[in-house]
C-alpha cells in the first residue's frame, strides 16, 4: 500500500469517528493535517461527508444532531499542531421525506425465460433441434459411404468382366484433372503500352500458368519463365505458353534471350517434359531446351538470344542474335542450308548469330551477312524484321526545382522570370532565390527547394500583376510522366507545357504559405527542347488588405519525373518508345511511373 492510500485509509477513520460522535480535538488537528496533504485527500473528504448526509436526508433525517464538520484546509500547515483556516461546505436546505409507495409484482407469463415452465420448454426445444441435426449428418455419412463402397465394387467386377464402368471412372478422373489449375511456369516481368486485341485475353495477375494465351494488339509484355528464359511479345502478337520450355508463337514478333548452360537439359519423353504441351509431343524433338513454336517451324535455343516473327500468311522469320539456335520445318520434308530443295527428312537448320531463315510454302531461305555480297547488305537488320531486344526502361529526367543548392540571394540558372503583365516590353531575367524571415512562409531547403522572385529579400512587387517563370529540360524520347508540388504567393494562374495548358489546381494562397500543391503531366513531351512556365498573380489574400497596391510576389516548386526510353542495345530501328507507342496508345497512368520520388514535400497534398 503506497502512502497516499494509507492517509486516505486514516482520513476515512477519522471522518467514522467524526459520525460516531467519538472526536476528539486530537482528531480534528489529524484531520486538517491530513487534509493539507493534497487535493485528493480533501476531494475524499467533500465527498465522505456529502454522502453521509444526503443517506441522512434520503431516510427522514438524523435523529439526533449531525455532527459539525471540521474545518477544510485550503493552504499547507506550518506545523502539526497549528490550527488551518476552516472551510465551510456549503450545507443543503433541509428537504421533505420520501415516500415509496410499493405496489404488487406483475406476474410472469408462462413462456418468459425467467418462469420456471418457460424455460424448461426452450431447453426441450433447443435439444430436439441438436439431435435431428445429428440425426441429418449422420445420414448423409452414411449414405456416401455406401455408395463410394458400392462404386468401388462395381468398378471391380466390371473391370473383372470387361465391362466399361472402369473406362467411365477413368474418364471423370481426368475431366477431373482438367478442373485443377495449371501450374505457374513463369510471371509478366514488364508492361509498357500494352493494348489487347482479345479483352478475354487480358492478364489480370503477374503470374503465368500453363495454356495462358496472350493477344496483344499493340505495346510491349516481357514474361520471364521459371527456368530464367526471358520472351519480349512485340503487338501485334498472338502467343501461348505451352510450357515451362517454350510457347507457340501464332502471330507477331517475340525476342527469346536464354543464357547458355542456365538450367539443364530434359529428353522430351522424361518426367520433367510436359505431356499435354505440343512441344514436348512435337515428332523427331529430343530434347527440350527453351523452344518457340510457329505454324511453319520449331526454334530451339542453343544458349542464345534469338528473334522470331510469323506473318499473316504462316511465314516464319528466326533470326539470331548471339549463339545458335535449330530450326526444324514443320513438314515431312526439310531443306538443308547444303541441300535446298532435295526433301530430306530429319535435316536441322543449325543459325550462328547473324544468321536468318525464312520459312514458309514448303520453302528455306537462309541468309548469312558474312557470306552475302554487295555494298547493299550491311548489317543483318537489312535482312530480318525488326526486333526489340531489351524493354524499355524509365529514367529521370534531369530537371530542377527551384533554389536547389543554392544560397539565398543566388540567381538560379535553371529558372527565369520571362514576362509580367504591366509590362509587354519586360526583359527575361534570372529568378533568385529570395531570403523568407517570416514565420508565414515555409522556410528555404537548399537540398528541395527555395523560394524565388525577382530579388535576393522579400520585397513588395505590384498587385494584380502576372509574372512568368519558365524553365525547361531535355528528353530523348516523348513518352515521359512530371509532377510537380507548388506554393504560391499568391495564386498560380496556369501551368503550361510547351505551350499546352496543364490541367492544375486553381486555389489562392493565403498565410501561412506552406502547403504544397500537385499536379502531374502525363502528355504533351517531345523528343528534344521542353518548356515548362508557370503564371503566378501577385495580389493580397485578405479583404481587409484589398487597398494595397504593393505585396510580396514568390513561387516555389518542385519537380520529379521520368522518360521511357529504349536501351542502347536494342537493334530496333524504334530507338524511342515513340516508334511502338503511338498518340493514341500512350500508357495508363498506373504503368507509366513505377519508382518512387526522392522528393516528397511533407506539405504536399
Request: a negative charge; hydrophobic letters at 35%; aromatic letters at 6%.
Amino acid at each position: 500500500m503506497n502512502q497516499n492510500a494509507e492517509h486516505i485509509a486514516e482520513l476515512e477513520a477519522l471522518l467514522e469517528r467524526l459520525i460516531e460522535g467519538d472526536f476528539t480535538d486530537e482528531h480534528r488537528v489529524r484531520l486538517n493535517a491530513l487534509l493539507a496533504l493534497g487535493p485528493e485527500l480533501r476531494r475524499f473528504y467533500r465527498g465522505y461527508m456529502k454522502l453521509h448526509h444526503g443517506l441522512q436526508w434520503q431516510i427522514g433525517g438524523p435523529s439526533g444532531p449531525s455532527p459539525e464538520p471540521p474545518p477544510l484546509v485550503t493552504q499547507p500547515a506550518a506545523s502539526p499542531t497549528t490550527l488551518l483556516p476552516e472551510y465551510d461546505l456549503p450545507w443543503e436546505k433541509p428537504r421533505p421525506k420520501v415516500v415509496i409507495e410499493t405496489s404488487l409484482p406483475t406476474p410472469l407469463p408462462w413462456y418468459s425465460v425467467n418462469s420456471p415452465i418457460g424455460l424448461r420448454l426452450i431447453a426441450n426445444a433447443i435439444s430436439a433441434i441438436l439431435i435431428l441435426i445429428g440425426i441429418g449428418i449422420a445420414s448423409v455419412v452414411y449414405v456416401s459411404h455406401d455408395f463410394e463402397i458400392a462404386a468401388t465394387r462395381a468398378a471391380t467386377s466390371e473391370e473383372d468382366s470387361g465391362g466399361g464402368l472402369s473406362g467411365a471412372l477413368a474418364t471423370a478422373e481426368k475431366a477431373k484433372a482438367k478442373k485443377e489449375k495449371a501450374p505457374v511456369v513463369g510471371h509478366i516481368s514488364g508492361m509498357v503500352g500494352c493494348r489487347w486485341a482479345d479483352p478475354s485475353l487480358k492478364p489480370i495477375a503477374l503470374p503465368i500458368r500453363q495454356g495462358t494465351k496472350f493477344a496483344l494488339e499493340s505495346g510491349l509484355m516481357e514474361i520471364t519463365y521459371t527456368t530464367g528464359a526471358k520472351v519480349i511479345l512485340q503487338g501485334p502478337c498472338t502467343y501461348e505458353v505451352e510450357s515451362p520450355h517454350g510457347g507457340y508463337l501464332a502471330l507477331g514478333k517475340l525476342t527469346a534471350k536464354v543464357a547458355s548452360g542456365q538450367w539443364r537439359v530434359a529428353s522430351a519423353h522424361s518426367p520433367e517434359a510436359n505431356p499435354k504441351s505440343e512441344i514436348s509431343k512435337s515428332p523427331n524433338l529430343h530434347i527440350s531446351k527453351f523452344v518457340v513454336r510457329t505454324p511453319t517451324a520449331l526454334i530451339t535455343d542453343l544458349g542464345t538470344e534469338f528473334g522470331v516473327e510469323v506473318f499473316d500468311s504462316g511465314e516464319s522469320h528466326a533470326h539470331v542474335f548471339q549463339g545458335k539456335v535449330e530450326v526444324r520445318l514443320v513438314t515431312d520434308n526439310l531443306p538443308s542450308p547444303t541441300e535446298k530443295g532435295t526433301g530430306n527428312e530429319g535435316k536441322v537448320i543449325v543459325l550462328a548469330p547473324n544468321q536468318s531463315v525464312r520459312i514458309g510454302g514448303g520453302k528455306v531461305r537462309m541468309f548469312d551477312i558474312a557470306q552475302e555480297a554487295g555494298d547493299t547488305i550491311k548489317t543483318a537488320e537489312d535482312l530480318t524484321p525488326r526486333f526489340v531486344r531489351e524493354m524499355p526502361r524509365w529514367v529521370p529526367i534531369k530537371i530542377f526545382s527551384t533554389g536547389i543548392g543554392l544560397k539565398e540571394g543566388d540567381a538560379d540558372p535553371h529558372w527565369q522570370i520571362v514576362a509580367r503583365s504591366d509590362q509587354p516590353d519586360f526583359q527575361p531575367c534570372q529568378a533568385v532565390v529570395t531570403k523568407v524571415s517570416s514565420p508565414f512562409f515555409l522556410a528555404n531547403d537548399p537540398e528541395h527547394s527555395q523560394w524565388i522572385s525577382l530579388s535576393g529579400e522579400l520585397s513588395d512587387l505590384p498587385n494584380d500583376v502576372i509574372y512568368t517563370f519558365r524553365t525547361t529540360f531535355e528528353l530523348e524520347a516523348d513518352v515521359a510522366i512530371l509532377r510537380g508540388w507548388y506554393i504560391a504567393d499568391n495564386r498560380v494562374r496556369a501551368v503550361r507545357l510547351n505551350g499546352n495548358v496543364v490541367e492544375s489546381p486553381d486555389y489562392e494562397s493565403k498565410p501561412p504559405f506552406n502547403r504544397f500543391r500537385s499536379f502531374t503531366i502525363k502528355e504533351g513531351f517531345v523528343v528534344g527542347k521542353n518548356t515548362l512556365e508557370i503564371d503566378v498573380e501577385n495580389g493580397s489574400p485578405r479583404a481587409s488588405d484589398q487597398a494595397l497596391k504593393h505585396s510580396p510576389m514568390l513561387l516555389r516548386i518542385v519537380l520529379d519525373g521520368a522518360v521511357l526510353t529504349m536501351p542502347s542495345d536494342n537493334t530496333s530501328d524504334n530507338t524511342s518508345p515513340h516508334g511502338f507507342l503511338s498518340e493514341d496508345r500512350k500508357p495508363e497512368t498506373g504503368s507509366l511511373l513505377n519508382h518512387d520520388s526522392q522528393i516528397k514535400p511533407n506539405q504536399g497534398e
